[in-house]
C-alpha cells in the first residue's frame, strides 16, 4: 500500500527565501512521486515527477524535488520565492495496483509568499 | 496542449437530486479518475476506470455514486441522490498509460453545492 505525508499544512516564507515543502511517502514498491500546485479555483497542475534515474528532479516555476530512498522522502524546493507562487501543493505517489495506476495525494500544504 | 475538460464549472442541486458530472478526458489516454476535494481539504481517490469498467473505488464510492463512458469522449460521474456532504470540487483526470509513471493530467473541476 502507498501514503503520503506532508509535513505542514501551511507554510510562510518572504519573497526571495528559500521555498522547502516536506514530503514523505510509504511504498511497498518502487515509487513514482509526483509535485502538483493548484491556484485558486483551478485544477491540479503538475510541477514534478519522478519515475526512475537522476534522484534530482527540475520542474516547471524554478522549483526540484530531491528523491532520497533511505529517508523516503521527496521534498520539494525552491532557491527564492515568488509572490505568484502562493499556492496550495500536493505531493502524490503513484504504483501500479492489479492492472491500473494508483494516485495517493497527501494532504497538501498552503504555501504563503510575504512581500 | 491537450487538456481535460469538466462541465459545468459549478453546479447547485437541492439535497435528493441526482447530479451528472461530465468530462472530456485528453483524446488517446486509457485511464480516467474522479478525484473530490471538500473545501479546504485533501484530494480523495473515489474511482479509476479502464477498459469500460471500473478498476478500482473507494469507501466514498458507494451505490450513490457511478461513473460511464457513453461515448468515446465523454466520462461522466452521476451522483444519484446528493447529501449535504457531496458538496465538494469534483475534479476528472485522465492517463495515457502507456508508460509507467505518468503523471495525471486534472480538469479545471467541478464546484458542486447541495442546499
Known amino acids: 500500500a502507498q501514503s503520503v505525508t506532508q509535513l505542514g499544512s501551511h507554510v510562510s516564507v518572504s519573497e526571495g527565501a528559500l521555498v522547502l515543502l516536506r514530503c514523505n511517502y510509504s511504498s511497498s514498491v518502487p515509487p513514482y512521486l509526483f509535485w502538483y500546485v493548484q491556484y485558486p479555483n483551478q485544477g491540479l497542475q503538475l510541477l514534478l515527477k519522478?519515475?526512475?534515474?537522476?534522484?534530482l528532479v527540475k520542474g516547471i516555476n524554478g522549483f526540484e524535488a530531491e528523491f532520497k530512498k533511505s529517508e523516503t522522502s521527496f521534498h520539494l524546493t525552491k532557491p527564492s520565492a515568488h509572490m505568484s507562487d502562493a499556492a496550495e501543493y500536493f505531493c502524490?505517489?503513484?504504483?501500479?495496483?492489479?492492472?491500473?495506476?494508483?494516485?495517493?495525494f497527501g494532504t497538501g500544504t498552503r504555501l504563503k509568499v510575504l512581500a | 496542449e491537450p487538456e481535460v475538460t469538466q462541465t459545468p464549472s459549478h453546479q447547485v442541486t437541492q439535497m435528493g437530486q441526482e447530479v451528472i458530472l461530465r468530462c472530456v478526458p485528453i483524446?488517446?489516454?486509457?485511464?480516467f479518475y474522479w478525484y473530490r476535494q471538500i473545501l479546504g481539504q485533501k484530494v480523495e481517490f473515489l474511482v479509476s476506470?479502464?477498459?469500460?469498467?471500473?478498476?478500482?473505488k473507494s469507501e466514498i464510492f458507494d451505490d450513490q455514486f457511478s461513473v460511464e463512458r457513453p461515448d468515446g469522449s465523454n466520462f461522466t460521474l452521476k451522483i444519484r441522490s446528493t447529501k449535504l456532504e457531496d458538496s465538494a470540487m469534483y475534479f476528472c483526470a485522465s492517463n495515457p498509460g502507456l508508460v509507467a509513471g505518468s503523471p495525471l493530467h486534472f480538469g479545471n473541476g467541478t464546484r458542486l453545492t447541495v442546499t
Open positions: 476506470f479502464y477498459n469500460n469498467e471500473i478498476s478500482e
Open positions: 502524490a505517489v503513484s504504483a501500479r495496483n492489479s492492472g491500473t495506476y494508483k494516485y495517493i
Open positions: 483524446s488517446n489516454h486509457l485511464y
Open positions: 519522478y519515475t526512475t534515474g537522476a534522484t
